[in-house]
C-alpha cells in the first residue's frame, strides 16, 4: 500500500519562493513516475509538473521557468521547488503517484494535499 506524505505548503508573497516536499512508503517508488497536481477553487485540478523514474521532466506551460521538480529514489521522495511565486498559484497541491513509469497522468494514489497561499 503506497503512502505520501506531503509538506512545505504556506503562505507566500508574490515573487516568493516554496518548496514542496513528497515522501513515499510502502512503493516501488522507482518505478513509477510522479507528479505535482494543484486545484484552486472553482477550478480542476491540473497537472502541474510531472517526473518519470529516468528523471525526465515536462510542466505546465503556466509554471515553466518558475518551478522545477526533481526526484531521489534513494530517498524515495519528489520536491516541487517553486519560484517568483503569483497569486494565480495559490491552490491545494497534490503529490501524485502515477501507474506507469513514464507518466503521472495516470494516478495510482495521491498525497492528502498541501495548501499554497500567494498574496498580491
Known amino acids: 500500500q503506497v503512502q505520501l506524505v506531503e509538506s512545505g505548503g504556506g503562505l507566500v508573497q508574490a515573487g516568493g519562493s516554496l518548496t514542496l516536499s513528497c515522501a513515499a512508503s510502502g512503493s516501488n517508488f522507482v518505478l513509477a513516475a510522479m507528479g505535482w497536481y494543484r486545484q484552486a477553487p472553482g477550478k480542476q485540478r491540473e497537472l502541474v509538473a510531472e517526473?518519470?523514474?529516468?528523471?525526465?521532466?515536462s510542466y505546465a506551460d503556466s509554471v515553466k521557468g518558475r518551478f522545477t521538480i526533481s526526484r531521489d529514489n534513494a530517498k524515495s521522495s519528489v520536491w516541487l521547488r517553486m519560484h517568483s511565486l503569483k497569486p494565480e498559484d495559490t491552490a491545494v497541491y497534490y503529490c501524485?503517484?502515477?501507474?506507469?513509469?513514464?507518466?503521472?497522468?495516470?494516478?495510482?494514489?495521491w498525497g492528502q494535499g498541501t495548501q499554497v497561499t500567494v498574496s498580491s
Open positions: 501524485a503517484y502515477g501507474t506507469t513509469w513514464y507518466s503521472a497522468h495516470d494516478v495510482d494514489v
Open positions: 517526473i518519470t523514474s529516468l528523471g525526465s521532466t
